[in-house]
Structure formats: structure tokens, C-alpha cells
């Protein structure tokens, strides 16, 4: 089945323009997350990869990995007892954005400010 633009997406690329410093998503990936993420997220790694958009101001990434990093964040937190999050996306100035499995996008970490901050999806 071929690709659809929707329209969020098609809005998103006229402000953030076309993707840059692509990385091929591959399959492995894309099924790992499977019901883990939105399916439309994962049509978007299939055609876009893993990239960065308006000279990296915000970048669709592997959340594999962030794996780390997140965890070190959320520790003792107890936002991991919530739900199982994934890094979906990644701002130039230190920010992750996280999807939980139950929850959607439900958390931002700023890493510039130290500071996390819960989102009502």
C-alpha cells in the first residue's frame, strides 16, 4: 500500500519543510514498536526514516535510542509505574518527547532546564 500524506503531516512539512539527514528506518524497528506506537508514526519512519526537520529544530528518532537517557530521567520519578514510554521525537534544544503505550504523548522531558512536564493527550 502506498504512502498517504494526511493532513496534520502535510502541514507540519510546510512549517518544519522536507526532512533532513535521513536514516533508513527498517523493518526490525518499525515491528518492535508495533502496538507499541501510533501505526501512523511508524508509516512515517517507513517514509521519512529517522530525520531532522527546519535545520534541526525537531527530529523524528529511533527511540531505541533514547532508551537510556529517558531512564536515567524518569528514575524515582515514578512516571515509568505509569505506563512504558518510548522517545518518539527530539528537539534541537534538548527536549524529548515521549508516547506512552496507554497514555499517547503524555511527557516532555527539558533537558535545558532540568524539568519534566506532564502533557494531557
Known amino acids: 500500500m502506498a504512502f498517504v500524506l494526511d493532513e496534520d503531516f502535510e502541514w507540519f512539512l510546510e512549517k518544519f519543510g522536507q ?4 536514516v533508513l528506518a527498517n523493518e526490525k524497528i518499525v515491528e518492535k514498536y508495533r502496538s507499541r506506537l501510533p501505526e501512523r508514526l511508524l508509516e512515517y519512519w517507513k517514509e521519512y526514516g529517522f530525520c531532522g526537520f527546519l535545520d534541526g529544530l525537531i527530529w523524528l528518532v ?3 535510542d533514547f532508551n537510556e537517557s529517558k531512564n536515567i530521567w524518569l528514575k524515582g ?3 515509568q509505574d505509569l505506563d512504558e514510554y518510548h522517545v518518539f521525537a527530539r528537539s534541537g534544544f534538548g ?3 515521549l508516547w506512552g503505550e496507554k497514555t499517547g504523548h503524555s ?3 527539558d533537558i535545558k532546564d532540568n524539568q519534566i ?4 493527550s
Not at 19 to 22: C, F, H, L, R, S
Not at 117 to 120: D, E, L, Q, T
Open 117 to 120: 512536564f506532564f502533557k494531557k
Open 107 to 109: 511527557w516532555r522531558i
Open 95 to 97: 527536549s524529548l518527547y
Open 62 to 64: 529511533n527511540p531505541d
Open 77 to 79: 520519578t515514578g512516571i
Open 19 to 22: 526532512p533532513q539527514k535521513i
